[in-house]
């Protein structure tokens, strides 16, 4: 066996070994660190919003009032702006127009190639949001249609849904660039037009993948290991009846831990009988 010596060859070695970061003496668990993390963003994301609307609801009586809530490239004016642009579309398509044309995430509008808006039928009776768009969806403007969306497809096939009868859309509409999570404020300022999708599509069943989805809209906390295999509902005051949602795991996640697929199948069983309670 060749004794590698100098430092230059074992960390040559270690990189085509596949090792990319320095760790530290103590084990971590590094899921349970990305759980609290995604919990931790849609906690602030959440109050962003909630500080845009008291603030929108003070504004015929006393003007504009300045909440302190700003997020690396999101104002609370324009967390304000997404809440009316996306209470006013009546349609998809208005929703879409609307969201093209606003302005108020230049964090990601920047360096983002194209809007990711969604995939699917209006009128889809299954809906599926994820977290964020990846290079391939930048690129084409259509959410998951790289690896992880070739995934969710034979996912959904496995329990005889076709990706083209699904809504499919994202919690994020633009890609952050150098593949870093979006931030609070990003999250806050396109969740108005998730919940308005959500109104609007009104499916059967709301399926979020992985922890940033499921955290930001079931309002739940918590690794996504705790949350999956569990029913929630989603509503919100313009709804008349709420909608039965689950967390599922994020298919980027079961790529790269196919561990999981296992538990993620008894989730996908436990949708598709849901589906069929539905037909009954
Ligand atoms: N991952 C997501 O969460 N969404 C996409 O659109 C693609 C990958």
């Known amino acids: 066996m060749e004794i590698l010596e ?6 040559s070695w270690y990189i085509a070994a596949g090792v990319d970061e320095a760790m530290g003496e103590e084990p971590l668990d590094r899921y349970a660190l990305a759980g609290e993390a995604a919990a931790k963003r849609a906690a602030q994301a959440e ?26 490239g999101v104002s609370e004016d324009s967390i304000k702006k997404a ?15 609307s969201l093209a044309s606003f302005d108020g995430c230049a964090s990601l509008q920047k360096t983002a190639m194209n809007l990711v808006f969604s995939d699917g039928p209006a009128d889809a009776k299954v ?3 994820g977290d964020l768009p990846g290079s391939d969806e930048d690129r084409q403007g259509v ?6 969306g070739i995934l969710l497809n034979k996912m959904l096939a496995s329990i005889g849904l076709d990706r083209a009868d699904v ?3 994202n919690t994020v509409f633009w890609r952050p660039p ?3 999570s979006a931030y609070a404020g990003e999250i806050a300022v396109c969740l108005p037009f998730v919940e308005r999708m959500i109104e609007i599509v009104d499916p059967q069943i709301l399926i979020t993948l992985g922890g940033p989805a499921t955290h930001s809209l079931l309002a739940q906390q918590g690794n996504i290991s705790k949350l999956v295999g569990r029913w929630f509902t989603y509503e919100t005051p313009k709804m008349s009846h709420p909608i039965t949602a689950c967390g599922l795991y994020h298919p980027d996640f079961l790529i790269k831990s196919p561990a999981m697929k296992r538990q993620a199948w008894a989730n996908l069983l436990a949708i598709q009988a849901k589906i069929a309670e539905f037909k009954a």
């Open 178 to 180: 150098g593949k870093r």
């Open 167 to 169: 809504f499919v859309a």
């Open 143 to 148: 959410p998951f249609v790289g690896d992880g």
């Open 127 to 129: 809906m599926v949001i």
């Open 83 to 97: 809440v009316q642009l996306a209470g006013a579309a009546k349609t998809i398509d208005d929703l879409r127009t």
């Open 47 to 72: 109050k962003m919003l909630k500080a845009a609307e008291v603030d929108r609801a003070a504004m015929p009586k006393s003007g504009p009032v300045s909440v302190q809530a700003a997020d690396e």
């Open 6 to 11: 100098h430092p230059q060859q074992i960390l």
